[in-house]
């Protein structure tokens, strides 16, 4: 019974953390460049039931004899990033910029360097490409983009023109899953030094790729996950009452 209680209090807990992400998800769904995230979950090892024969039997039929086994509940194992694409719109904005592969690389105010598929760019003060969240963004060499006044141009390859002449071009790598870590709604560091795209990054201008995040979906696994945290929360009621009762019960004698 014990290990009843153990079992619904790990499911408990994990679908609690499961609701976290989900509810993260949800709320950046309109999110320009977001990754979902999912939890995976991993069970327990098995634990072996086993009977043994009454004291008063011989020696030799003492032996632990394995009549089962229990589960011992889950556990979360990770929360794993999905890195497919979200839909991409049309927005005709000049500096709205989205890919088919890879990532841009932008600079923080602190100098670390970040790993985006948000491509709301825009022009400062200083006329310098930056992110919405006042980012540098970088070119092929790691330096910030300083843009003319006029209207430019993008081409698939990432180079940025003014009047057919190179401005620069734009830094876009890839990376394995791996060397990705999570730095803020859509934006990663990086542990390795990446590539360019296999074939290119496909950009295309006056475009924005939203979240993978699909709301529908979303909510019915919140749904789902809340569903189950009540039926563990009532096994777990369940069996505290029952050890109550019998805790009661072998008290009078």
């Known amino acids: 019974m014990i290990k009843g209680l153990y079992s619904a209090f790990t499911a408990m807990e994990a679908a609690w953390k499961y609701q976290d992400v989900l509810a ?32 008063p039997a011989p020696l030799s039929a003492r032996i632990q004899q394995v009549v089962g086994q229990i589960g011992t509940g889950k556990f979360i194992a990770d929360f794993v990033t999905d890195y497919g694409q979200g839909m991409t719109r049309q927005t005709d904005n000049e500096l709205d910029l989205s890919l088919n592969d890879g990532f841009f690389q932008v600079e923080g ?38 843009l003319p006044q006029t209207r430019v141009a993008v081409n698939v390859d990432g180079t940025i023109t003014d009047q057919g002449n190179e401005v620069a071009r734009l830094a876009v790598f890839d990376f394995s899953p791996a060397e990705l870590q999570r730095a803020g709604e859509a934006y990663f560091t990086s542990t390795g030094d990446g590539q360019p795209p296999v074939g290119g990054p496909g950009l295309r201008q006056g475009f924005l790729e939203g979240s993978n995040s699909i709301l529908v979906e979303e909510m019915t696994t919140l749904l789902a996950v809340q569903r189950t945290y009540q039926a563990n929360q009532a096994v777990l009621s369940k069996l505290d009452g029952t050890l109550d009762q019998a805790a009661g019960e072998l008290g009078r004698f």
Do not use: W
Not at 45 to 51: E, G, I, P, Y
Not at 116 to 140: C, K, M, N, P, W
């Open 109 to 146: 105010p602190d100098g670390t360097i970040y790993s985006t598929r948000d491509g709301r760019f825009g022009r400062d003060a200083a006329g310098d490409l930056v992110t919405s969240h006042g980012y540098y963004v970088l070119d092929e060499n790691g330096q910030h983009i300083n």
């Open 24 to 55: 993260n998800n949800i709320a950046n769904a309109d999110t320009a460049g977001f990754k979902r995230e999912f939890a995976t979950q991993q069970p327990f090892a098995d634990v072996l039931l086993s009977q043994q024969a009454p004291v």
